[in-house]
C-alpha cells in the first residue's frame, strides 16, 4: 500500500486517511475512557479526562468542524477541568491512590454497560442505515459560523456573562470553604 493510495477517495467519498486517523483517535480515546474510570487516583482519573475530551476535538477537526473542536477545547478543557482540578485540590480530598473506589457491585456494571452499548449500536446503525452524509459548502459553514458568534455576541451575550460570573463565584466560594482558618 503506498502513500498515495492512503490518500485516495473511497466509495463513499471520504479518504481513507481520514478513517485511519479516526480510528487512531477513537483507539486513544477508548484507552484514556478506560484509564479514567479503573485509575485509583482522582487527579489522575481527570487528567485522562483531558485526554479524552482532546480526543473529542480532534475528531471534531477531523470532520472539518473547527468551530466545535475550539470550543471544545476552550469550554470543556480550559475550563470545566479547570474547575475539576479545583474542586479536587480545594475539599481536601485524598491526592494519592484511594484504597475504596471501586464499587462493590462493578460485576453487575459490565452487563450492564455491554447492554446499553449494543442497544445504542443497534439504534444508530438502524437511524443511519447507509445514508451518506451532504458535504456542506464553503458558504454554508461561513453562514454557520456567523450564526452562531452573532447569537453569543448579542442576544446571549448577557446570560454568556452571567454564567461566567456564576462560575467565578462558585471558584470564589469553593477558595473560602477550603481554606484553613
Known amino acids: 500500500m503506498t502513500l498515495a493510495s492512503l490518500f485516495a477517495q473511497a466509495d463513499g467519498g471520504v479518504n481513507v486517511a481520514q478513517n485511519v486517523g479516526?480510528?487512531?483517535?477513537a483507539a486513544g480515546m477508548l484507552w484514556a475512557?478506560?484509564?479514567?474510570?479503573?485509575?485509583?487516583?482522582?487527579?489522575?482519573?481527570?487528567?485522562?479526562?483531558?485526554?479524552?475530551l482532546g480526543g473529542i476535538a480532534a475528531q471534531y477537526i477531523l470532520a472539518a468542524a473547527e468551530f466545535v473542536a475550539i470550543s471544545q477545547v476552550l469550554v470543556y478543557i480550559g475550563a470545566v477541568m479547570v474547575?475539576?482540578?479545583?474542586?479536587?485540590?480545594?475539599?481536601?480530598?485524598?491526592?494519592?491512590?484511594?484504597?475504596?473506589?471501586?464499587?462493590?457491585?462493578?460485576a453487575v456494571g459490565i452487563p450492564v454497560a455491554l447492554l446499553v452499548f449494543g442497544v445504542l449500536a443497534y439504534v444508530t446503525i438502524d437511524f443511519t442505515e447507509d445514508s451518506l452524509l451532504v458535504d456542506p459548502t464553503e458558504e454554508q459553514i461561513a453562514a454557520t459560523t456567523?450564526?452562531?458568534?452573532?447569537?453569543?455576541?448579542?442576544?446571549?451575550?448577557?446570560?454568556?456573562i452571567a454564567v461566567s460570573f456564576v462560575l467565578l463565584a462558585a471558584a470564589i466560594g469553593a477558595i473560602v470553604l477550603a481554606r484553613k482558618d
Do not use: E
Open 22 to 25: 479516526f480510528y487512531i483517535i
Open 33 to 52: 475512557a478506560f484509564r479514567v474510570v479503573s485509575t485509583k487516583n482522582v487527579v489522575h482519573a481527570a487528567l485522562w479526562l483531558v485526554v479524552v
Open 83 to 106: 474547575l475539576f482540578l479545583f474542586g479536587i485540590m480545594l475539599t481536601r480530598a485524598t491526592i494519592g491512590a484511594d484504597t475504596d473506589v471501586f464499587n462493590k457491585g462493578w
Open 146 to 160: 456567523t450564526a452562531i458568534s452573532d447569537g453569543y455576541l448579542g442576544p446571549y451575550l448577557v446570560p454568556l
